[in-house]
């Protein structure tokens, strides 16, 4: 048996009787000081399908793979290499470019993909299977691309509704409908020199779970699913029946069913197709056969997409995570239904959290080096943040939250310290760390701010807490000693009331305080559970979200030492105009709906223009 293995984590990756064992290497390339889990790279298919098709036969159910996964994650890192961004974000800056906002990401450098992106100089967005650019000084549309199968999902890749920008490239991520059975991702390089134009595509099998930027170099992580035609068990009197005959066509199924077939087309047309080599896939000793993890990268300054490198390994993934040298894909497991594992015969499985980590270095394919487990949910990719080469992860487990702060041995990541105890009987709501510093945010009926003190890895500990009704669902810098929640308001029940938009003062850690809250009754802000619909300009103060209520409308605030006041309401043309996203750029505030882009004065509100995206 000819196997290459990599020493890689602590942990087991044993997911509740759906797994089955590879067997590991005497002889590891990376031994670390905890017991480590191996990841088998098989150069043999046929070795590499025996294994596949031993841990998917565990997993299958009377109805096939339906509750498996697949098919259908603001100071950057300490001591870490300031990611490449900054000289070429510069260099993408072009005469006539202004002042601008920026998407609201959760690392500096770190661009994650969004529904529009602005250089200062155009704005450029997605409509109804149109990319729209826009001129930001003359307020008019400059360029109107359809994508491929717009007018008719069936032909092609209607389904981009995200897009990461790189200088004149915008690389445009979605899903494929030309295939109705498989799906995929398909991703679109579009060149912005002149009128817009396709310039590359790219399809590969699975979902889109996320993707991250540094520089011009892109990384698209996708999970996908086998692909293996079950029969039709709707004949057979019991479970038992069913599951064996799903055996069977996974028994027939052949190595090709898991691996990830990728397709590639440059701008001439020119297509290529592939798919991941059995070498390619790593597998832990033990693992579920359901799913496979892929990590692409594509520099968007290059002439095409290309084969995208990918890196698989087999495991699920659902939050990602990136600092610049460092990327991490989470797995929570959440997808389990644990009433139908008892009923299968297996303990309800205790919630974990799957960490696996992976360096990067400019366009070169990642490096796949530690993988780690720690008990509890994910809330989000804010739950994770490195500083000083350690991890920190927040987790919700059944009686309370934790903070666990990781470190790499070897293949390992490993525990270097913990603080346990927040919130007995609640759940993780928010999570924000800045520095050394940890802010988490737990709520059942009253919302206690927790203020963390990681400044030591091997013993972080609870510095304050602060107690008020309701709860923060989103946590942002406001400058020193200052913090923005947004979430909402509630009784002492903990009934919700509307959204409420705090500041705290958070200058003494021992003693957290809230100087100031706005509430808008029986409303919520898409802010709450997507950061990117946030919009914090610190040079004038203003605080933008989204709300929706009996009229949707952007509701601007003022955050100004001590005070949060209302500036005003901006409304799109329609009742039914839902906010999404807001921009500053120069002197104008652009809002986005779904009906179109409207540009106002950013100190007056007064409106400028009225751009309908139809």
């Not at 799906?183 to 590359?200: C, I, S, Y």
């Not at 056969?289 to 390994?313: H, I, K, M, N, Q």
């Not at 008990?375 to 994770?384: D, F, M, T």
Request: aromatic fraction near 6%; hydrophobic fraction near 40%.
């Amino acid at each position: 048996m000819n196997r290459a293995a990599v020493t890689l984590s602590a942990i087991c990756l044993a997911l509740s009787g759906c797994t089955a064992k590879a067997t590991p290497s005497a002889n590891p390339e990376e031994p670390g000081p905890a017991p480590a889990l191996r990841l088998v790279a098989y150069d043999s298919c046929e070795e590499l399908a025996a294994s596949l098709r031993a841990a998917t036969q565990q997993a299958v159910g009377p109805w096939g793979l339906n509750n498996a996964p697949g098919g259908i994650l603001t100071t950057f890192n300490k001591g870490g290499a300031v990611p490449e961004a900054s000289v070429a974000d510069s260099q993408a800056r072009a005469a006539g470019s202004q002042e601008h906002s920026t998407t609201n990401t959760h690392e500096a450098g770190v661009d994650e993909p969004d529904a529009v992106k602005t250089d200062g100089r155009r704005i450029v967005t997605l409509s109804r299977g149109h990319l729209i650019v826009v001129d930001a000084a003359s307020r008019k549309v400059t360029g109107d691309l359809a994508l491929e199968g717009a007018s008719d999902a069936k032909r092609g890749a209607a389904g981009a509704d995200r897009l990461l920008l790189s200088g004149d490239r915008a690389l445009l991520l979605g899903y494929d409908f030309s295939d109705p059975v498989n799906g995929g991702v398909r991703l679109t390089l579009v060149d912005l020199t002149g009128a817009p134009k396709v310039a590359g595509a790219y399809h590969i099998d699975g979902a889109l779970v996320d993707a991250r930027q540094i520089g011009t170099v892109a990384r698209v992580v996708i999970r996908s699913a086998p692909r293996i035609a079950f029969p039709d068990v709707t004949r057979f009197d019991t479970d038992e029946a069913r599951i064996a005959a799903n055996r069977s066509a996974i028994a027939a199924a052949p190595v090709e069913a898991w691996l990830p077939r990728w397709t590639t087309v440059d701008g001439g047309g020119k297509k290529a197709d592939g798919q991941v080599g059995c070498g390619d896939v790593r597998l832990p000793e033990t693992y579920s056969g359901t799913s496979l993890l892929t990590v692409t990268t594509f520099d968007l300054a290059a002439p095409a997409l290309g084969t995208g490198l990918p890196v698989t390994v087999a495991a699920d993934g659902g939050t990602v995570y990136a600092n610049g040298p460092s990327l991490y894909v989470a797995n929570d497991q959440r997808w389990r239904n644990p009433a139908l594992m008892v009923k299968r015969g297996g303990p309800a499985p205790d919630p974990k959290t799957q960490l696996f980590k992976f360096t990067l270095a400019g366009a070169a394919k990642p490096k796949y080096v530690a993988a780690g487990e720690v008990p509890g949910w994910l809330l989000n990719q804010y739950s994770l943040s490195e500083w000083d080469g350690r991890l920190r992860v927040a987790t919700t487990a059944e009686d309370a939250s934790t903070v666990y702060v990781l470190e790499q041995r070897g293949g390992a990541l490993a525990e270097a310290g913990k603080v346990g105890g927040l919130g007995k009987g609640e759940r993780i709501y928010s999570v924000r760390f800045i520095g050394t510093t940890g802010y988490v945010v737990t709520f059942r009926q009253t919302d206690p701010l927790y203020t963390l003190d990681l400044s030591n890895p091997a013993a972080p500990r609870t510095l304050g807490e602060l107690k008020i009704t309701g709860y923060s669902a989103y946590l942002h810098p406001a400058g020193e000693g200052r913090l923005i929640g947004v979430g909402q308001e509630a009784n002492g029940q903990g009934r919700v009331q509307g959204l409420q938009v705090s500041l705290f003062d958070v200058h003494d850690l021992t003693r957290p305080a809230r100087l100031a809250q706005f509430q808008v009754p029986d409303t919520w802000s898409a802010a709450e559970f997507d950061p990117h619909a946030f919009l914090f300009w610190p040079q004038t103060g203003s605080l933008v979200l989204p709300v929706t209520g009996n009229q949707p409308s952007a509701l601007v605030l003022t955050v100004h030492d001590d005070k949060v006041t209302q500036a005003g309401v901006i409304k799109h043309p329609g009742r039914y105009a839902g906010m999404q996203r807001s921009l500053v750029i120069g002197g104008t505030l652009w809002t986005l709906s779904d009906q179109g882009l409207q540009a106002n004065d950013l100190s007056t509100l007064a409106q400028q223009a009225w751009l309908p995206l139809t």
